[in-house]
């Protein structure tokens, strides 16, 4: 609903508005709509005078009356209604006139039709007349009777099946009988003639029936039942079970290459079938046995490597989640991880190598100060004898971290 409300004065052209804004929600050509009394008016706008004052087209011939709600209506709404309504009631009114129409032909034309549809569509029928002279035509008597002889005859052909199958052996018979007739008399032989051409039409008959059992035979014998499936011997007659698997997707039961992926499954495999038994990584943990803490006693990287006396190159033997190994100094090697630590709490430890030249005891290896972060751990080996000591590259050193994740 618009802000504000209108007062309406019987007789009079001028509407005024409270709280209103009719510059902007209403122009002139435009229409508004209040109830009064229970009656709906559409006002058409004449002008609008302000934010709260319009002149009416006609003077309000409904009570006077304030306070009124009010609902502002475009004037292509309005206007678009009305056309639409013009139109929904000129299909309907030529609805009506071509349906007069097609009943008028339907009941007044002797011949065909065309009936006319209200989307211009058209199509043709007989009329109510033609159709009552063809029905006052037709013998209802003599169809009924018609039906009940096709329907004899039908029955009729079935029960001379039979018969006509015996006749053809009766054809046989009597063609020999007329060969022996034939050295009779003349009414013999003429009789023997008549029998034989009887015998020939009942012989074409027999030949008939013969090439169709034929057919039937020929049909049954290309159905070898070798080929057929024993229901008795459920699929163990297969030709190539390998093949017929394949067909139909099917894996072999037993140790087998068939199954490289189970999708779907929703019952954990148990463990020995070769699962964990429950769906959930600390359900496995527990039915195998494994404390939860597990990833903390886990050795998270390591490396062992060696150092050139000469040119101080670095050799990597083996290594798990270490990404290089860079010298420092003597004694003094950063150790880079391939995959950052979750945190600094690792532990590192390492053993060390001795040169061949140093024979007096060595201390092993200890952490720089400040060295210890996510990605990197700084470790340092040292000798020391009774009378020196110092750093030194050892011909291996070998560093393990646990934790840190």
Same mark, same amino acid.
């Given at each position: 609903m618009p802000a504000g409300t209108i007062a309406l004065t019987n007789n009079s052209s001028a509407a005024t508005g409270t709280g209103t804004s009719f510059d902007t929600e209403l122009s002139a050509g435009d229409f508004l709509s209040a109830?009064?009394?229970?009656?709906?008016?559409?006002?058409?706008? !004449?002008?609008?005078?302000?934010?709260? +004052?319009?002149?009416?087209?006609?003077?309000?011939?409904?009570?006077?009356?304030? +306070?009124?709600? &009010?609902?502002?209506?475009?004037?292509?709404?309005?206007?678009?209604?009305?056309?639409?309504?013009?139109?929904?009631?000129?299909?309907?009114?030529?609805?009506?006139?071509?349906? !007069?129409?097609? &009943?008028?032909?339907?009941?007044?034309?002797?011949?065909?039709?065309?009936? $006319?549809?209200?989307?211009?569509?058209?199509?043709?029928?007989?009329?109510?007349? !033609?159709?009552?002279?063809?029905?006052?035509?037709?013998?209802?008597?003599?169809?009924?009777?018609?039906?009940?002889?096709?329907?004899?005859?039908?029955?009729?052909?079935a029960t001379d099946k039979p018969i006509i199958l015996q006749a053809a052996d009766d054809a046989i018979a009597a063609?020999?009988?007329?060969?022996?007739?034939?050295?009779?008399?003349q009414t013999a032989n003429a009789a023997a003639q008549q029998a034989k051409a009887d015998a020939t039409t009942q012989a074409g008959i027999a030949k008939t029936e013969a090439d169709r059992a034929k057919t039937e035979a020929d049909r049954a014998a290309a159905s070898n039942p070798d080929n057929s499936l024993l229901k008795v011997n459920n699929l163990s007659d297969v030709n190539n079970t390998a093949t017929a698997r394949g067909n139909i997707s099917a894996a072999k039961s037993g140790a087998n290459s068939d199954i490289t992926k189970i999708s779907g499954l929703t019952t954990p495999l148990e463990i020995s079938q070769g699962g964990g038994g429950a769906n959930s990584a600390s359900g496995i943990r527990s039915n195998l046995n494994v404390p939860i803490g597990v990833d903390k006693q886990m050795i998270t990287a390591w490396v062992s490597f060696s150092v050139n006396p000469t040119t101080f190159a670095i050799t990597i033997f083996d290594s798990f989640n270490v990404s290089s190994v860079t010298r420092a100094s003597a004694g003094?090697?950063?150790?880079?991880?391939?995959?950052?630590?979750?945190?600094?709490?690792?532990?590192?430890?390492?053993?060390?190598?001795?040169?061949?030249?140093?024979?007096?005891?060595?201390?092993?290896?200890?952490?720089?100060?400040?060295? !210890? $972060?996510?990605?990197?751990?700084?470790?340092?080996?040292?000798?020391?004898?009774?009378?020196?000591?110092?750093?030194?590259?050892?011909?291996?050193?070998?560093?393990?971290?646990?934790? +840190?994740?």
């Open positions: 109830v009064v009394g229970q009656v709906r008016y559409t006002l058409g706008i !004449k002008s609008v005078d302000s934010v709260t +004052g319009i002149t009416l087209i006609r003077p309000f011939n409904g009570p006077s009356a304030s +306070g009124l709600a &009010w609902t502002p209506i475009p004037r292509d709404v309005l206007v678009d209604t009305t056309a639409q309504i013009a139109a929904d009631q000129g299909l309907v009114i030529r609805g009506f006139v071509l349906d !007069k129409a097609n &009943w008028q032909q339907v009941f007044s034309e002797e011949e065909d039709i065309t009936v $006319t549809l209200p989307d211009g569509s058209q199509f043709q029928g007989p009329s109510w007349r !033609k159709i009552s002279e063809l029905l006052a035509t037709l013998d209802v008597g003599s169809i009924t009777e018609l039906a009940a002889e096709i329907h004899a005859d039908a029955d009729q052909v063609n020999n009988a007329a060969q022996q007739a034939k050295e009779g008399t003094a090697y950063y150790v880079n991880f391939a995959n950052s630590m979750l945190n600094a709490n690792y532990a590192a430890i390492g053993m060390v190598r001795a040169p061949n030249t140093v024979v007096a005891a060595y201390t092993g290896y200890s952490l720089l100060n400040d060295t !210890k $972060t996510l990605t990197q751990v700084v470790v340092r080996s040292s000798y020391s004898t009774g009378t020196s000591a110092g750093a030194f590259d050892p011909s291996e050193f070998t560093v393990y971290i646990i934790g +840190g994740k």
